[in-house]
Nanobody, 115 residues
Framework: QVQLVESGGGLVQPGGSLRLSCAASRMLFSINAMGWYRQAPGKQRELVATVTNGGTPNYANSAQGRFTIFRDGAKNTMYLQMESLKPEDTAVYYC?????????WGKGTLVTVSS
């Protein structure tokens, strides 16, 4: 199994940037795929971006061109670099890992985009 701990959330103005981190309790090469999801108040959790063990990213339309997902194997950490943030990006962001057919989740980090 794997434990995931997110960090980096906070309050940012529209147009600003944030980098979220997801620290894993084991080496990333043992994790098939990782991703970021988010859940806004009153809405269902939705995919933001995923990255495979080989580093291939995939983005939701809402994230394409503004967000970048990447993994640092040396630090056992996955990141989500978010640019040009909008108020509609406000949500709790969750880290997700797929390993041996099991899905793991972190507890989330809150991102608030507001002036």
């Amino acid at each position: 199994q794997v434990q995931l701990v997110e960090s980096g959330g906070g309050l940012v103005q529209p147009g600003g940037s944030l980098r979220l981190s997801c620290a894993a309790s084991r080496m990333l090469f043992s994790i098939n795929a990782m991703g970021w999801y988010r859940q806004a108040p009153g809405k269902q959790r939705e995919l933001v971006a995923t990255v495979t063990n080989g580093g291939t990213p995939n983005y939701a339309n809402s994230a394409q061109g503004r967000f970048t997902i990447f993994r640092d194997g040396a630090k056992n950490t996955m990141y989500l670099q978010m640019e040009s943030l909008k108020p509609e990006d406000t949500a709790v962001y969750y880290c997700n890992a797929q390993m041996y057919g099991v899905t793991y989740w972190g507890k989330g980090t809150l991102v608030t985009v507001s002036s």
